[in-house]
């Protein structure tokens, strides 16, 4: 039998007022020692590809950072034709690519229709 001592209203409050003010994770060891600087981020509803998005989700956990923060590196990177990967990042998309099996690439950019998933 549970012991209900555990749960005291003390906890649940606790529990249910969590403050989410400050979620977000530090930068990465690896990031250059500049200024932070202060920005306004907005929530947004866009809509990625399935595949797609399982494979930024396994990057960004890989760099522990929130897929948000990915896609931010990624687009401030390609606003200055910069590489955003290492070469060690390319090869863990490599597989992530492979255990997701997604197979689209560049050239498919802007000619993707919705339909059916396809099977693997």
Same mark, same amino acid.
């Given at each position: 039998?549970?012991?209900?001592? *555990? ?34 981020? #907005? ?8 595949? #797609? *998005? ?37 090869e863990r998309i490599r597989m992530l690519k492979e255990v997701y099996h997604l197979d689209l690439t ?5 000619? *993707? ?8």
């Amino acid at each position: 039998m549970r012991d209900l001592r *555990l749960c005291t209203p003390d906890k649940v409050a606790w529990y249910i007022s969590t403050n989410m003010s400050n979620t977000r994770k530090p930068p990465p060891r690896s990031a250059p020692a500049t200024k932070a600087k202060s920005i306004e981020r #907005i929530q947004t509803g866009i809509r990625l590809e399935k595949r #797609i *998005l399982k494979v930024l989700k396994g990057v960004a956990e890989y760099h522990d950072l929130y897929v948000g923060d990915l896609l931010e590196g990624i687009c401030l990177h390609a606003f200055e034709n910069k590489p955003p990967f290492s070469p060690a990042t390319l090869e863990r998309i490599r597989m992530l690519k492979e255990v997701y099996h997604l197979d689209l690439t560049a050239a498919d950019s802007h000619r *993707l229709i919705e339909g059916q998933a396809p099977q693997p």
